[in-house]
């Protein structure tokens, strides 16, 4: 998009340079009419500022401060301009003051084209839906900053938060402004949806580098849309303010993000168990019989949604006295039936003081609420007609928020809490007229204290992490023996570090099977893994076969939850007859034997960020077959998961990575010839049976299958498979305590190698304070043949042999203790 049509006013340039200053690790151009700052910020990590005039003193929402200084970083001057020299990554001004970033050898990685733009920004060509009449608000807040880059035609574009689309967004144009797409399909070029994460890997084979566009306010990245060579970014507020990742691979970039923006939750493990939900369970007794239902069909669950039903007049924090009479005994019961429950609340606060309705009163005479410009409460009308909003941005609002959820909720017994409608939705007429179009929140609104006043234009992406974090700290607060778990409809960077999070409003398709999982990719890859989408579909019925299907698929993602709206079929997996019933029981067992894999994974994604879901290519980077394979994907480091996608599929292919891949189900290896580089491989889709695949030296935990999380695992078993060398470690904890400090978690490491041919598992002894209930600890070694000989500790013990399977199990009482086990294959 050219600049006439953006701006109101023909833009300014930032004039002549100046001066070049050199500080000890950053370096800034001074121009007549601003300025261009780049510093190191820790290892790996750069920050680039451009700005017209000054630097306007900027807080942060999304990133943790303060990090360890980047001792390497040095700043020098060379032929091409003033380098500051990161290692990894080097960010040079040139002679003019443009910005060159480059990497370890010569490579550029982005190349500024052009001096930075400003001026008024016109608000309707930003990509946005806008009430009608809006302005933007003098100041700031409307000055749009343009700047264009040169990208390298070979980079993948990656990541780039909630998207739908491929997992490449070269091509596109994203805009960063979190808003209700309620009703609209979404397809494949779908811009604008529930989040905001501006962040995006630039990945080719070897090399891998990323950035966050740390703008809270409304911001564009235009990513070879306008040209396919360059990367436009539209910010408004008037700055540009970038942090680069140095890489050098997927998962390093991914590092830094997290590193910067915050670590992943862990979730408590019934969050990683199964969820059942509809918005239209209305009765206490209703969503207890479906509960039941579980339990009679011996299907596991852990979780139970309560959508705006069981609320008296949708009335966040209130349960309605008819249909949900003792919400403590509810409840109760729920838990007695080994689930929990998760309670849905909604931003938008029922306008309606004096009637006995404590938020209403409190956030009014609390003065806790967005207002218009003349200082009036804004309302706007959602679920209970005319609301009210709370000022999320301030730590007041949020503790008196937090503490709404006492009463109410912690003390009812619920477990978990799910935000919904906090883009923050509004709509222009009350529902129940029938009149109510979606129409976006005004651009300018107040926040309360003047203290601590932020422009909403600069909050309002991040309305969703804020609502997030108060609930998070208010569970950690009300209940601290308890992992609080949160799950977001809308979120910025930094939501990660306290919720998970759904792509609502999807659609009983089978495109919007297949496009989840690009989508979780890319959640995966901007830092926030806990992602999951609504099995089944949404919108419309979902047919017995897609259903099926997208419980196959869905046992893998990282938040497992059945969704639909009010109105469509029923949804449970028995609702589709006993046929789909077995599978979804399939699909069902296989989400819980994977538990501990899961819960190892979650403990990984604290620690680094990694996600759960992974990329191939984020795997395999260096190997260029593998970056474009956008509908297959690892499941941690052992899993390859190549679902079916589309009705009636009986194959599909897929590019194998490098190695040796086994069939989870029959433990033969897959193409077994040029094991050396990437192929293609095509692979039987039964239904029950998805393409799983074990990568050569896997040591994957799995569980047994339980009711819920409730149960401990009595058998823990260890599928290996052979492989020279390989490595892993296992991370157990009781699944409910915070782990503030790791006190409550075990560690294994263990090993895998060949010695004189035999294989040898070396398994060292648990360490950690926590202890697991009595089980028995099982190898599964999956080979071509039954072994010639197992030793276990120095004595020969016989392995029993499933030749279906090909897999030789040995067992024995778990006592913790370290074991060494010999295999002649
Ligand atoms: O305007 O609470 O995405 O999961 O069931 C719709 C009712 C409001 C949107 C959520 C969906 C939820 C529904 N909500």
């Known amino acids: 998009m050219d600049d006439t049509e953006v701006f109101a006013e023909p833009p300014r340039g930032p004039g002549a340079l100046r ?82 970033v480059e990497g370890r050898r010569a490579g550029v990685w982005l190349e500024q084209v052009g001096p930075p733009v400003w001026g008024r920004a016109r608000p309707e060509t930003l990509g946005i839906r806008l009430r009608q009449g809006d302005a933007l608000p003098p100041g700031r807040d409307g000055v749009l900053a343009r700047l264009q880059l040169a990208l390298d035609p070979a980079d993948r574009l990656w990541g ?22 309620f009703g609209v399909h979404h397809h494949r070029g779908s811009d604008n ?21 740390h703008v809270s306010h409304l911001s564009r990245l235009d990513a070879g849309y306008t040209n396919p060579d360059r990367l436009g970014i539209d910010a408004l507020g008037g700055e540009i303010d970038l942090f680069l990742f140095a890489g050098p691979t997927p998962a390093a970039v991914v590092e830094q993000l997290t590193r910067l923006t915050g670590r992943p939750l862990l979730p408590p493990h019934w969050a990683l168990g199964f969820h059942q939900s ?61 689930a929990r429950v998760v309670a849905i609340i909604d931003p938008g606060i029922k306008d309606d003081p004096g009637s006995g309705y404590r938020a209403a009163d409190e956030a009014l005479t609390g003065a806790h609420v967005l207002r218009n410009a003349d200082g009036s409460p804004f309302r706007g009308y959602v679920w209970p007609d005319r609301a009210l909003f709370p000022d999320f941005a301030r730590a007041e609002v949020r503790a008196w928020w937090g503490e709404m959820h006492r009463e109410s909720l912690v003390e009812a017994g ?12 509004a709509f222009d007429a009350p529902f129940s007229s029938g009149q109510a179009r979606d129409r976006p929140f005004p651009l300018a609104l107040r926040h309360g204290a003047e203290d601590e006043r932020a422009s909403h234009l600069e909050v309002r992406n991040l309305y969703g992490t804020l609502e997030g974090r108060a609930t998070f700290e208010a569970l950690a607060r009300l209940r601290p023996e308890r992992r609080p778990w949160v799950l977001t409809r809308s979120a910025g960077v930094g939501s990660q570090r306290t919720c998970a999070t759904w792509m609502g409003d999807n659609d009983s398709w089978w495109e919007h099977l ?104 984020y795997a395999f980077p260096d190997v260029e077959a593998t970056l474009d394979e956008e509908d297959a994907f690892l499941l941690g480091p052992w899993l390859l998961v190549a679902p079916a996608t589309r009705p009636r599929q009986r194959w599909r292919a897929v590019t194998l990575p490098p190695g040796a891949w086994r069939d989870f189900w029959s433990g033969r290896e897959v193409v077994p010839e040029r094991r050396d580089e990437a192929r293609p491989a095509l692979l039987p889709t039964p239904p029950g049976r998805p393409p799983l695949l074990l990568r050569q030296g896997a040591l994957l935990p799995l569980g047994d299958v339980r009711r819920s999380t409730a149960t401990p695992v009595s058998e823990l078993r260890l599928v290996v498979t052979p492989a020279t060398a390989s490595r892993y470690r296992l991370v157990e904890d009781d699944g409910l305590s915070p782990d503030a400090d790791g006190a409550g978690t075990a560690v294994t490491e263990m090993a895998l190698d060949r010695d004189e041919g035999a294989l040898r598992l070396e398994l060292q002894a648990r360490a950690g304070g926590f202890l697991p209930a009595p089980r028995t600890f099982t190898v599964e070694l999956r080979l071509d043949r039954p072994p010639d000989r197992v030793v276990l500790d120095g004595a020969d013990v016989s392995a029993a042999w499933d030749g279906e399977r090909h897999a030789a199990s040995v067992s024995w009482p778990d006592d913790g203790a370290g074991h060494e086990l010999l295999v002649s294959d």
Not at 415 to 424: A, F, I, K, Q
């Open 19 to 100: 001066e070049l200053i050199t500080e000890e690790r950053a370096v800034e151009a001074v121009f007549e009419a601003a300025r261009t700052r780049a510093e190191s910020v820790a290892e790996g990590i750069a920050r680039v500022r451009i700005a017209e005039g000054g630097f306007a003193p900027s807080r942060s929402w999304d990133v943790l401060q303060p990090l360890p200084p980047d001792h390497g970083a040095s700043v020098r001057q060379d032929a091409g301009g003033t380098v500051l020299d990161l290692g990894g990554m080097r960010v040079a001004l040139s002679g003019e003051g443009r910005l060159r």
């Open 160 to 181: 780039f938060g909630q998207r739908t689309g491929g997992l490449d967004r070269r091509g596109r144009r994203l805009t960063n402004w979190t808003s209700d797409s």
């Open 193 to 213: 949806l529930y989040q905001a994460q501006p962040v995006f890997l630039a990945v080719q084979a070897g090399r891998a580098f990323g950035a966050f566009l």
């Open 278 to 338: 509809r918005w239209g369970y209305d009765r206490a007794e209703q969503v207890l019989a479906v509960v039941d239902g579980f339990r009679d069909r011996d299907l596991p669950l852990d979780a139970v949604h309560l959508d705006i039903d069981y609320m008296r007049g949708f009335r966040s924090f209130t349960w309605d006295p008819v249909r949900f009479p003792d919400p403590r005994g509810f409840c109760t019961a729920v838990h007695e039936r080994g």
């Open 414 to 425: 619920v477990d978990g809490v799910w935000n919904d409608m906090n883009e923050p939705t």
């Open 514 to 617: 297949a496009m989840s999982v690009p989508q979780l990719l890319s959640m995966g890859l901007s830092g926030s893994p806990h992602a999951g989408v609504d099995i089944g579909g949404f919108f419309e019925n979902a047919g017995a076969e897609l259903f099926a299907r997208w419980m196959e698929l869905g046992a893998f993602y990282p938040f497992m939850r059945d969704h639909t709206a009010q109105g469509t079929r029923a949804q449970e997996p028995w609702a589709f007859g006993a046929e789909v019933e077995t599978l979804a029981r399939r699909a069902l067992e296989l989400r819980y034997r994977l538990l501990p894999y899961l819960v190892t994974l979650a403990h990984e994604a604290a620690a680094t960020g990694a996600p759960l879901m992974r990329a191939l290519g």
